[in-house]
């Protein structure tokens, strides 16, 4: 059975850093891309950073310079740097994990809270 385990988020101020980190396990499929999301308390959820099996990635401009999206050799752990962080960065971020090639799959972790506030 695959499981998707979120760690980190949490409280912070206005500045200060925060790491996301996301195993997927319970499969011997690798993903060709893993991601983080996030939902700020009624907007639409948005992609925030991906990561591909080959290290190509990808950031919503909003973070560009301030988060950093890393894959470990296993390539089944996504971990998501979150530095200098506002209170717009203030949200659920959720881990999706997807492979294209057959067989297709689709995961996402449970989310997690990010609060940014002084």
């Known amino acids: 059975q695959v499981e998707v385990v979120e760690f980190g988020g949490g409280l912070v101020q206005p500045g200060g850093s925060l790491r996301l980190s996301c195993t997927v396990s319970g499969t011997i499929f690798t993903f060709d891309t893993m991601a983080w999301y996030r939902q700020p308390s009624g907007k639409q959820r948005e992609l925030v950073a991906s990561i591909t099996t080959g290290g190509q990635t990808e950031y919503a401009d909003s973070v560009k310079g301030r988060f950093t999206i890393s894959r470990d050799s296993t390539k089944s752990t996504v971990t998501l740097q979150m530095n200098s962080l506002t209170p717009d960065d203030t949200a659920v971020y959720s881990c999706?994990?997807?492979?294209?090639?057959?067989?297709?799959?689709?995961?996402w972790g449970p989310g997690n809270q990010v609060t940014v506030s002084s």
């Open positions: 999706n994990a997807r492979r294209d090639s057959w067989p297709s799959l689709n995961y």
